[in-house]
């Protein structure tokens, strides 16, 4: 028998007896199984399937889980736009019916009614409604401010009277 001819001749692996159909095995069956010629018998070794290749795919996962937390690592963080301001620090200051303190330290003060621009730069909108009230025998005072502008990011938040207690975030 040629073992090219032969699927169960001398491949060496671990293999049982097992029925492959009549006229196409290498033994046929007795007390013991008998060697008959390659091709001429109903038996012949019969190698055992495979397992299901564990080893691999769990490697593979692992691999692409590697690979997911790596890109996550790697992609840069976002970076803020908000641009260095232009001067030193300073501040500015409001309170009561209505005195201000401004960033060059002057103190006007406005006593009519309406709404007005108390900061007003790129980045920051600050604006103050004053409206006369009893207290201030008719001149105006802070009734509300309204804080905006994009280093807010789209959001606005409005601050009202101690009356109502009114803090409103985008409306």
């Excluded at 090219?4 to 095995?25: I, L, W």
């Excluded at 604006?127 to 606005?156: D, E, K, M």
Aim: hydrophobic content about 40%.
């Amino acid at each position: 028998c040629g073992a090219a001819a032969c699927s169960g001749c001398g491949d060496g692996g671990a293999a049982s007896m097992g029925f492959v159909g009549y006229g196409q095995g290498s033994y046929t069956t007795e007390t013991t199984y008998k060697y008959v010629g390659c091709g001429a018998g109903e038996f012949d070794y019969v190698a055992p399937k495979p397992g299901f290749p564990w080893l691999p795919v769990l490697g593979l996962v692992a691999l692409i889980v590697l690979i997911i937390v790596v890109i996550i690592l790697l992609i840069p963080a976002t970076t803020t736009t908000t641009p260095a301001p232009t001067g030193p620090p300073s501040t500015c200051r409001i309170w009561g019916d209505p005195h201000f303190e401004t960033f060059d330290h002057a103190f006007p003060n406005n006593f009519q009614e309406g709404e007005f621009w108390i900061v007003k730069s790129k980045m920051v909108w600050i604006q103050g409604r004053y409206l006369a009230t009893p207290y201030t025998n008719g001149l105006s005072a802070t009734h509300a401010i309204a804080i905006g502008g994009p280093f807010l990011l789209g959001h606005t938040i409005v601050v009202g009277p101690m009356e109502n207690g009114q803090i409103l975030v985008d409306g």
